[in-house]
DNA sequence: TGGCTCATACCGACCAGTATGCATGTTTCC
DNA sequence: GGAAACATGCATACTGGTCGGTATGAGCCA
C-alpha cells in the first residue's frame, strides 16, 4: 500500500486546502459580491490563514477568478448544458430544466441569485480581466443551446426557420433575467410567471403538425 | 426686482449644490456601482466638498437611496411608462420602446447597463432597505406594463386571455436580462438577438384576425 | 538539507465619517 | 433702517476602522 496518495495524511494536505479555501470563497461571493466578500470570512470558514491562502493563490483577484473558473463555471454549463447534451428534443429539455429549477429553488437560492449573472453584473464594468472570462462562460452557454437546437431542426424536432443562435442568446438573457428580478423582489410568483413565459416561447419553437 | 429668487447668486445656492451631487452621485454609482462609488470622485465632480456633502446627506448610504428614488426611479419609469400611459395600442407602443432602445444604445450604455439593474444586483442581498425600495420600483414598473396591457384588452388592441401581470412581469425580467447580458458581453448583436425575441413575444399577444 | 506548506504578526492604503470654523444669508429688536 | 444675534451652507483638516497584502519563521516531507 501506500504508493499512491499515502492516505489524506489530514495534516499537509496542499490540495484538500486549496479546495477548501476555494468552496468558502465560492459561498462567500456568491452571498456577498467579490469586492465585499472579506478575505478573513473566507479563511475563517476553510479554517486556515492567510499563508495558506496567498501560498496557493496570488491575491484576492486570483482567487475570484479560480471561483469563476474552477467552480461557477462548471455549475452553471453542468446543470444546463448536460441536460442538453444528450436530448434529442432540446425542447422538451428545455423545458424540463426550467421546470426542474421551478420545483428545486429555495429561498435562499432566491436571495442569493445566479452566481453567475452576480459576478456578470458586478464586475462587467470594472474588471476588463473579470470580464472577458464571464463573457466567455456565457459564450460557452449560449453555444451549448444553439448546438442542442441546431440538432433538434436536423431530427425535425425544432423548426426550421429558428435563428439557434440568436435564440439561444434570447434565452440566456431571459433566463438571467428572471433570476436576477427574483432576486430583488424575493417573490416566488416571479419565478412562475416567467417560466410560464419562456415555456410558451419552447413551445412555439416546435414545428406545426400541419406542415409535415 | 429680488422680490423672488433673487438671482442665482452663484455662491449659496443649496438647490443647486444639492442637485450638483445627487448627479455627479449617479454618475459615479452607475459606472462604479455604489459600494465602489467614492465620495471623493463624486465631490471632485460635483466641485464641492464633504462639508457640503454631508449638509445634504446624512451619509453615503442615505445618498444612495436618493440616488435611487430621484435620479434612477424617474429616468427609467419615464422612459418606460411615460410612453405606455398615453397609448391606446401597448403593443405597439411596446414594440416602439424596444425599437428606440435597439437603435439610440451607445457603446457607454452598453457598457454601463442599466442603472436600476446594476443596484438591484449589487445590493438587493447585501442591504435591506436598498432592496425594498429597488422592489418596488420593479413593481411599479410592472404595474404599469400590466395596466397598459389590460387597457388594450378592453379596446380589443390585446388578446383577451393573456394575463397582463405575469406578461408585464416576463417583460421587464426578459429587459433587464438582455441589458445585462449585453453588458457583459459588450455585444450589439445581444441587443439584436434580444429585441427579435421580445417583438416575436409582443406580437404573440395580438388578437388572431381570425377570430373576431 | 533543502524545498514545500502554512501560521503569526504586522504594515500601509484607502475611505467613510467627524470636528471645527468661517462666511454668507435671515431674523429680531431697538 | 441698521446692527446685533442667530441659523444656514459649506470648506479644511483630521480620525478611526477595515482590509488586502507582506515579511518572517516554524513544522513537515523527500
Known amino acids: 500500500m501506500s504508493q499512491r496518495t499515502p492516505a489524506p495524511t489530514r495534516t499537509r494536505d496542499p490540495k484538500a486546502t486549496r479546495d477548501a479555501i476555494l468552496q468558502s470563497a465560492t459561498r462567500e461571493i456568491?452571498?456577498?459580491?467579490?469586492?465585499?466578500?472579506?478575505?478573513?470570512?473566507?479563511?475563517?470558514?476553510?479554517?486556515?490563514?492567510?499563508?495558506?491562502?496567498?501560498?496557493?493563490?496570488?491575491s484576492k483577484h486570483e482567487l475570484g477568478l479560480a471561483v469563476l473558473e474552477e467552480s461557477v463555471r462548471r455549475t452553471v454549463l453542468e446543470r444546463f448544458l448536460g441536460p442538453l447534451a444528450k436530448s434529442v428534443n432540446p425542447i422538451d429539455t428545455l423545458i424540463a430544466i426550467i421546470?426542474?429549477?421551478?420545483?428545486?429553488?429555495?429561498?435562499?437560492?432566491?436571495?442569493?441569485?445566479?452566481?453567475?449573472?452576480?459576478?456578470?453584473?458586478?464586475?462587467?464594468?470594472?474588471?476588463?480581466?473579470?470580464r472577458s472570462?464571464?463573457?466567455?462562460?456565457?459564450?460557452?452557454?449560449?453555444?451549448?443551446?444553439?448546438?442542442?437546437?441546431?440538432?433538434?431542426?436536423?431530427?425535425?424536432?425544432?423548426?426550421?426557420?429558428?435563428?439557434?443562435?440568436?435564440?439561444?442568446?434570447y434565452i440566456v438573457a431571459t433566463f438571467e433575467g428572471t433570476a436576477g428580478l427574483a432576486k430583488t423582489t424575493r417573490d416566488l410568483e416571479v419565478i412562475e410567471d416567467c417560466s410560464r413565459g419562456l415555456v410558451g416561447f419552447f413551445e412555439s419553437l416546435r414545428p406545426t403538425p400541419a406542415a409535415d
Chains 1, 2 share one sequence.
Open 99 to 130: 421546470d426542474r429549477l421551478r420545483t428545486e429553488v429555495t429561498p435562499e437560492m432566491l436571495v442569493a441569485g445566479c452566481p453567475l449573472n452576480n459576478l456578470a453584473q458586478e464586475m462587467s464594468s470594472v474588471d476588463e480581466e473579470f
Open 30 to 58: 456568491h452571498t456577498n459580491g467579490f469586492r465585499s466578500a472579506g478575505l478573513d470570512s473566507i479563511l475563517a470558514e476553510a479554517g486556515v490563514t492567510k499563508g495558506a491562502l496567498y501560498h496557493h493563490f496570488g
Open 133 to 169: 472570462h464571464l463573457a466567455a462562460i456565457f459564450g460557452e452557454w449560449r453555444r451549448g443551446i444553439a448546438k442542442s437546437l441546431r440538432r433538434g431542426q436536423e431530427n425535425g424536432t425544432v423548426r426550421a426557420d429558428v435563428d439557434a443562435d440568436g435564440t439561444a442568446t
